[in-house]
């Protein structure tokens, strides 16, 4: 042993064996977890990963401190620089940046001092500028560059942007020497085939097209974020001819979209998009990005269509987290971790995206589908997978809204059955909980008054109470559908019984029943609370006029319009009323009424799909109205 | 006997002081999991009752989880958690050979086993496929979900997803953490909406989730008030985590966007989160929830029937608090057993169903609920440390597994009536059971009784301690009052001294050799020290004279009444003449001794407090710091002698005259000056009345000295010195090196602390015309300090004396003594007047 170390070249060739030994090791074994992942679908492997290059890491490292003990000679240098390319490397993929990058520059510091000028470290541009010109043209002038390569990793992985711009010149050159150089890889290469020559554990070359391509991601995300779209697009525009993975040239397609958006473009982002998603099928963003364009352009099918693939790629198990194929050590995502792109990238959830899909087909008349997909998001709720790890907004309506929204999607493709029993499923969860009395406070006060009630125990009681009463109305929605008259009643008068628990204040008032002359905001209890019974009074009121109470279906239905004016099944079920009772101009007049509101507002709109008017009761045929009324004009 | 329970000893353990709280786990059949918070899980079988494997981890374990369907333990260790399939571990324990029944079967866990690589996880819950993992990472508490792989072999474990909780600042764990060093674990469970309607989502797993202790069917009216309307109608199941901060969260497992959110907060670290029946009504739900806290409190949660108008049901949360602290905790169907580590204590639940059930008599029933929170039943069990509930109840007995802190795993049977007395009519086959039970019960409250024994010992010795040290105290405070008036040596404790000069590597030192003399009838006991100033007199107001005074202090043990207590401290070396010096005493007592080391260790405030009682002062003067050389070597001395004996004084009056003699002229002066000394000599005297003097010393030493009153002058003046030197007026003498020789001459030689050869000359002298005798003591030396300090010091001993004698015997005396007392270069003379 002691003979060996008096013989610095066999010292050497021991220390590149070494070298060599692990680098072999370390590419079978990530090679293999790659391919083990590639096969198991699983992408979450990179905590599995850390293990053995955690150890590897370490045995480079060891390895490093063995060459680092003996004083630095030049025909060590080549090997050192290897190693620490190879140790750097290693901590770099496990994040720990700050290490890698001190050990990095202590290396070059130390390999300089055999050139004999040592450079100043206090700034890193200076620093790197002046290594680069006192390498200049001696024989580890490619280690240090392939070290700049990894500074560079670093920098970008910390999102260090200014640095890299600061050196764009040198990082640009470093890029062309060592992809254009033809040659001298060729050289390289040839080299590399003997034993004695270090090996690395990743190809430069490799990784410097990978830091080209992300770098241009990035610095077009915060260009973007901060609303040079302009410059960001022809800065993309030229990085989208790099070579690189698939994936990243979709991120740089979608970024060229995002910017063409951000100006005003959405034809030409559609395109853009369109381009991601057939450089990369899974670029989700882009998908969702189109869907928002087709929203914002008003076009329905388009926006349906994109939701549907959209789900249908979230649901896909492997896109759910962005995977980038990593074939190097050093992974993109490592490398892609601004802050910015990662909220430009950000999908809602797949649940999300399926309730807005289901919605957005039982809005725009495609029922069936709007069913299927909800009966899809309520089973996925179920299933035992579902785990409430997706926190990110816009999230799902609560669960209550949702079965809700369900059953009337069901009524409307005609299936009480099934209505009634997500309505049973609600009643039955909220029932035991309601209050018997409950005030509603000045509207102003109302999302005061929410959260007040939502501290004490975790529940708004009168938002519990209306989905209830919407339930009922359903579920009488439901028997009117199938013309159990007797039934619809029951639980229309459930709805209403419900309903007159609630007292509303106003401020400096006493509490009262609410009525329908007053003032209600959109969106706020008190507007569903009306809106529920005007609609529960005028399914009783139609329920009454089948049954032939015609006195009660007027009071019915007289109570419904105060309650709710804009009711156009009340209205002109009430002029029937009145017509069958003989005040046929009465009855003329609330007709014309009604139609007058129809053409003036269309106040459902901002309301919950269970709280549109029913289109599967009795109907009664406007032509006909308007024939009766010419008949009696005369009169 | 109604608490009387019947304890069954299985197996023991050693283990003591580790780093997590321990936990007993049914599992794998009849077994049972052990984890102490050790490296090591120990699998004992309750059916061969023996150990039977033992699992070595990497790693102080932390928490075990099983997994029933798969047949797998998981088990959490610092590095991560551990995946032992159960098929493994039979075949490795049953491989081993016939001779089993020996030793248990060793198996060391490797990496190989580890399936996630989470750091520092806690604790451990398994949810059908999803494995949860608690750990607390820098300022927040950590709670990832992992998937379990469908087949045992594959080994992915499927990150999920996790939820962060920052922690609250107050750590309500550092005071059990400072104690023990054990990291209470947090509590994770999981509470299932039992809804009787849909046996179709839960039936494969319901079985299992009420016979396991970490899942509860908990009634739905309940479920929605606590979780939410959105969890109930997912069927969600909940995790709740009691954390070591107090807080209790909760986390709807299955709906998308929940988050962690806190329930509760119990403001003490959760010991136990689990649920209880209370009323028999659905089959095995749950009507009620219960945490309990590392302090004793207990919070009820259950449905409140809201009033007939108004709202609703509503959550109740009633709150109580059980007396001392719970170290574990359990609860069955009615009950809740809980542990305070002396005793194990149960508590009927069912009692306080009917708590809030009139919401009129309010005042009432809380009164209610405190006193039935307050009166656990003791069932004489102490020690345990952890509780479960065996997975077999075949008998309908309440039977519960215990782990006492000795490491014994008991098998506790609670008697089956405990509520209806009328169940003395045993079956004869039941009463040799019983017998065995009531021996067992009495060994454990034997036991139960020792530790109740010491603690009442200990308090008693706690309090004699402090009533020796408060009588202690009064004594001394009354010596201080009055101690002007009391001389020293009535005092009961006291401090004297003796100087002594010793020869160290060739420097002398004067050291101070100081004695506690404990003349009182009480033990001065542990927790006193004794505490020395010593301080020089000269500079004692000046700022220099603060910063020089040096302090010594001696704990010691005991000090019985007659006992004297000798130390030694060094009070200057040679040369330093910073002389006379004062030496202060006093007694110090610090409270912090009174208790114990670990009870002081969290009452910081107590450490520094303590009583300081001051005993005495001495004085360290230049006479005591004389090295007196013997009479044999220096002829002079006896030249001295002759020539004082000379003069002869028959004056009654006596007066101080002091004068200078230069016996060489000035130093410059002459040629004559190198006969005799080189230096000037400087020369001080004091004139002390003979008649006084024989008055004093005779009177002092008649019983030492038989000649008694017919002393000569020439005894008076050996005797003067004699007592300048040797003897104690004020607690401090000096001590000799060798033996004292008696000092028969007049004269005497010495060498001051500074080296200087000091002469001391006492001769009779008549003063005035009047005749008055007087003895005179001359001090000569080369070094003015030394004639200064001298003088001093015999002027400070006769006036001590004087005023004493004032005391004792005459105070009418006329005479006056005038001490005068020049020297050429040093200031105008000064006199003092007694």
């Given amino acids: ?635 | 006997m109604e608490g009387r329970c019947a304890v069954e000893t299985w197996t023991e353990f050693g283990f003591s002081g580790t780093p997590y709280t321990p936990k007993i786990k049914f599992g794998l059949g009849t077994n049972v999991f052990l984890c102490t918070g050790s490296d090591e899980v120990f699998v004992f079988s309750t059916q061969e009752r023996k150990l039977r494997a033992v699992l070595q981890f990497p790693g102080p374990v932390s928490d075990l989880v099983e997994c029933h369907d798969k047949q797998l333990l998981y088990v959490s260790c610092r590095s991560g958690v551990y995946c032992i399939s159960f098929p493994f571990l039979l075949s490795r324990v049953q491989s081993s050979p016939a001779d089993a029944s020996s030793s248990p079967a060793e198996l060391k866990i490797s990496s190989d086993f580890l399936v996630v690589g989470e750091e520092g996880a806690l604790s451990l819950l398994l949810v059908s496929s999803v494995l949860l993992i608690l750990s607390q990472r820098d300022t927040s508490w950590l709670l990832s979900l992992y998937k379990t792989p469908e087949q045992t072999q594959s080994s992915s474990y499927e990150m999920l997803g996790s939820f962060r909780l920052p922690q609250v600042l107050a750590d309500l764990n550092s005071d059990t953490e400072g104690q023990t060093g054990t990291r209470r674990r947090p509590v994770l469970v999981c509470v299932h909406p039992g809804h009787p309607k849909s046996p179709s989502s839960s039936s494969t797993s319901s079985s299992e989730m009420t016979i396991t202790d970490s899942h509860f069917c908990l009634e739905p009216v309940l479920f929605k008030l606590l979780f939410g309307i959105d969890a109930a109608l997912a069927r969600s199941p909940v995790i709740l985590c009691g954390l070591p901060d107090g807080r209790l969260c909760f986390l709807p497992l299955r709906l998308p966007g929940s988050q962690l959110r806190v329930l509760r907060s119990l403001e003490q670290p959760v010991v136990f989160v689990g649920a209880s029946v209370v009323m028999e009504t659905g089959p095995g739900l749950a009507r009620c929830l219960v945490a309990v806290g590392e302090q004793g409190r207990v919070v009820l949660m259950k449905t409140d029937k809201g009033e007939p108008e108004g709202g609703g049901d509503m959550a109740g949360f009633i709150e109580g608090c059980v007396p001392g602290p719970v170290v574990c905790s359990f609860v069955d169907e009615h009950h809740l057993y809980y542990s305070t580590g002396s005793d194990l204590l149960v508590l009927d639940l069912s009692e306080g169903s009917s708590w809030r059930e009139g919401k009129e008599r309010d005042g009432e029933t809380s009164r209610k609920t405190a006193a039935a929170f307050q009166s656990p039943t003791s069932l004489n069990v102490c020690r345990v440390i952890a509780l479960a509930a065996p997975a077999l109840n075949t008998t309908g007995d309440v039977q519960l597994l215990g782990l006492t802190i000795r490491g014994q795993l008991q098998r506790i049977i609670l008697p089956a009536g405990r509520e209806d007395a009328g169940s003395s009519n045993l079956p004869s086959t039941q009463v040799g059971r019983s017998v065995r039970d009531l021996l067992s019960a009495i060994g454990d409250v034997c036991e139960r009784a020792s530790v109740l024994k010491t603690a009442i010992k200990s308090k008693n010795q706690i309090l004699r301690h402090l009533n020796h040290v408060l009588n202690i105290s009064f004594l001394l405070l009354a010596n201080k009052n009055s101690e002007e008036h009391l001389p020293m040596q009535e005092k009961q404790i006291r401090c004297y001294a003796e100087t002594r000069w010793s020869r160290l590597l060739q420097k002398d030192s004067l050291n101070l050799t100081c004695v506690l003399d404990n003349s009182s009838p009480y033990v001065l006991e542990q927790g006193w020290t004794l505490s020395i100033t010593v301080f020089p007199l000269s500079y004692s107001s000046s700022a220099e004279g603060e910063s020089s005074s040096t302090n010594f202090s001696f704990p010691f043990h005991n000090l019985n009444p007659g006992e004297t207590l000798e130390v030694s401290l060094p009070l200057s070396a040679a040369g330093d003449t910073s002389f006379p010096m004062r030496v202060s005493c006093s007694l110090i007592f610090s409270l912090s001794s009174l208790l114990g080391e670990e009870e002081t260790a969290h009452l910081p405030s107590l450490q520094s407090s303590c009583i300081s009682l001051p005993l005495n002062t001495l004085t360290v003067d230049w006479l005591h710091t004389l090295q007196v050389n013997s009479p044999t070597m220096h002829p002079i001395s006896r030249n001295a002698t002759s020539q004082s004996s000379n003069i002869t004084t028959d004056t009654v009056q006596a007066f101080l005259n002091s004068h200078r003699s230069r016996c060489a002229g000035r130093g410059e002066g002459g040629g004559e000056g190198a006969s005799k000394a080189e230096r000037e000599q400087c020369s001080a005297s004091v004139r002390v009345s003979s008649e006084l003097l024989r008055d004093t010393l005779v009177l002092k030493s008649s019983d030492l000295d038989p000649r008694g009153p017919k002393s000569t002058p020439q005894n008076l003046c050996s005797s003067l010195l004699d007592w300048l030197l040797y003897e104690s007026p004020e607690g401090v003498k000096m001590g000799h090196q060798g033996d004292r020789f008696v000092l028969s001459s007049s004269v005497v030689h010495a060498r001051g602390p500074t080296g200087d050869t000091v002469k001391l000359t006492a001769k009779e002298v008549n003063v005035g015309e009047e005749s008055l005798r007087a003895i005179e003591v001359q001090i000569e030396s080369s070094s003015i300090a030394a004639v200064c300090g001298l003088h001093h010091a015999v002027l400070r001993r006769i006036q001590y004396q004087w005023r004493r004698r004032q005391q004792e015997v005459y105070f009418g005396l006329s005479s006056w003594c005038c001490f005068l007392w020049q020297c050429n270069n040093l200031q105008p003379p000064t006199s003092t007047c007694v």
Avoid at chain 1, 35 to 54: A, K, Y
Avoid at chain 1, 460 to 474: E, I, K, P, Q, S
Wanted: negative net charge.
């Fill in chain 1, 1 to 635: 042993m002691s003979d060996k170390m008096y013989q610095p070249t066999n010292l050497l060739n021991k220390w590149v064996q070494e070298n060599n030994e692990l680098v072999n090791k370390c590419k079978f074994a990530f090679a293999s977890s790659f391919q083990q992942q590639e096969g198991g679908g699983d992408t979450l492997s990179r905590d599995q990963n850390q293990t053995p290059l955690r150890s590897y890491s370490s045995e480079f490292h060891k390895l490093l401190r063995k060459i680092q003990g003996v004083p630095p000679l030049v025909n060590h240098t080549h090997l050192e620089l290897s190693v620490v390319y190879n140790a750097c490397v290693c901590s770099t993929a496990q994040s720990q940046f700050t290490e890698a990058e001190l050990l990095l520059i202590q290396a070059i510091q130390r390999a300089l001092q055999m050139t004999g000028d040592e450079p100043v470290a206090s700034n890193r541009t200076v620093f790197w500028r002046t290594v680069l010109k006192s390498v200049g043209n001696t024989t580890f002038n490619t280690c240090v560059r392939y070290l700049l390569c990894l500074q560079w990793a670093i920098w970008l992985a910390t999102c260090q942007l200014t640095i890299i711009q600061e050196l764009k010149e040198e990082l640009s050159s470093l890029f062309e020497t060592l992809c254009g150089g033809v040659g001298d890889d060729k050289k390289n290469e040839a080299r590399g085939k003997s034993s004695d020559i270090p090996l690395l554990v990743t190809d430069p070359r490799g990784l410097v097209e990978l830091l080209q391509i992300c770098t241009s991601i990035i610095q077009g995300a915060e260009r973007l974020s901060e609303g040079q779209s302009s410059e960001a697009l022809s800065a993309l525009q030229t990085a989208s001819s790099l070579p690189a993975p698939r994936a990243l040239l979709a991120y740089v397609h979608f970024l060229s979209g995002s910017c063409l958006a951000h100006m005003s473009r959405p034809q030409m982002a559609l395109q853009c998009y369109r381009k991601a998603l057939v450089t990369d099928a899974c670029c989700v963003s882009a998908l969702y990005q189109s869907m928002l364009i087709y929203r914002q352009l008003g076009n329905t099918q388009a926006e349906i269509q994109a939701l549907r693939l959209l789900q249908s790629t979230l649901m896909l198990p492997s896109v759910t987290v962005p995977a980038l194929a990593t074939t190097h050590l050093l992974s993109p995502s490592l490398l892609l971790c601004s802050q910015s792109l990662s909220s430009l990238l950000s999908v809602p959830s797949a649940l999300s995206v399926l309730h807005s899909l289901a919605l957005k087909c039982v809005l725009h008349g495609r029922v069936s589908e709007g069913v299927e997909h909800y009966l899809d998001l309520l089973a996925a709720l179920h299933s035992e997978d579902q785990h409430g790890v997706h926190a990110e907004a816009p999230a799902l309506p609560r669960l209550p809204e949702l079965y809700l929204e369900a059953g009337a999607a069901l009524l409307m493709a005609r299936r009480p059955a099934d209505c009634m029993a997500l309505c049973n499923e609600v009643i039955s969860t909220t029932l035991e909980l309601l209050p018997e009395k409950v005030v509603l406070e000045d509207p102003e006060e109302t999302s005061e008054a929410e959260t007040r009630d939502m501290s004490v125990d975790g529940e708004d009681r009168v938002g519990m109470l209306l989905w209830t009463g919407a339930a009922y109305l359903l579920q009488g929605h439901c028997h009117t559908h199938l013309k159990d008259w007797k039934q619809a009643v029951t639980h229309y008068t459930r709805c209403i019984n419900l309903l007159v628990r609630v007292r509303f204040k106003k401020k400096g008032f006493q509490p009262q029943i609410t009525s329908g002359d007053m003032v209600v905001k959109q969106g706020t209890h008190l507007c569903i609370l009306q809106r529920l019974k005007g609609l529960s009074l005028a399914g009783r009121g139609i329920s009454f006029t089948q049954t032939d109470q015609l006195k009660e279906a007027l009071r019915d239905l007289l109570l419904s319009l105060q309650a709710s004016p804009e009711c156009v099944g009340a209205g002109l079920w009430c002029g029937e009323v009145l017509w069958r009772l003989g005040r046929r101009q009465e009855a003329a007049a609330c007709w014309e009424k009604t139609w007058s509101f129809t053409t003036q507002h269309h106040s459902a709109e901002g309301l919950p799909v269970y709280l549109q008017e029913p289109q599967s009761g009795p109907l009664l045929d406007s032509t006909e109205l308007r024939h009766r009324i010419q008949e009696l004009g005369p009169n």
